[in-house]
């Protein structure tokens, strides 16, 4: 199994609406990834790691498919419509990455 | 429920033993921490979003946790064995952060 992370940092003055990102976005990514996309999870960040800091983070989602193959043939047919929705909820532009489930 | 991240840098020449991290550290923590860890989840990093790109992390864990009182109360008590053990598995000072979960 891998992850794929979607991880927006937390910028000073930029915008991230957590309530669209939670029910309208990632339904709509799962809906169109189908089986593909195993199941996902909503990060919204709170804190760091130090008492008074901010997160690193402003929200996260992990999408957990059974291999990489697998998650792009369910994201790359929808890749243009996912990617063009992330305007309706951010101007941030997320870091990725794809990680090994070690322990899920 | 919040999960406590521990995102490792993946800084080049860096040491990271993901066998020691997976096997030894991690159940240790969950030992030490008890029910104040309902679980945790470790990740591999594996490649970066782009094609050809590094992760950003070389690993991660998530400890999930009722609150951030239930996870200091856990972990507060053993953070100096805990913490003195990552010099085992790696030379990388790990970004930390806490998040809400929002889809769990």
């Known amino acids: 199994m891998i ?19 939670a029910e309208k976005h990632m339904p709509m990514v799962k ?27 402003v929200g996260m989602c992990h999408i957990f498919s059974d291999s990489v193959e697998a998650f792009q043939a369910g994201f790359g047919p929808h890749a243009a419509e996912i990617l063009g929705d992330i305007k309706n909820y951010t101007d941030l532009t997320p870091v990725m990455q794809i990680s090994e489930v070690v322990v899920g």
Chains 1, 2 share one sequence.
Request: charged share 15%; aromatic share 14%.
């Open 31 to 57: 809906a169109k990834m189908g089986e593909s996309c195993h199941h996902y999870t909503v990060d919204k960040g709170l804190a760091g790691g130090a008492p008074g800091t901010a997160p690193t983070y």
């Open 3 to 21: 992850k794929v992370s979607v991880m927006y940092p937390n910028e000073p003055g930029a915008r991230f609406d957590h309530a669209y990102y």
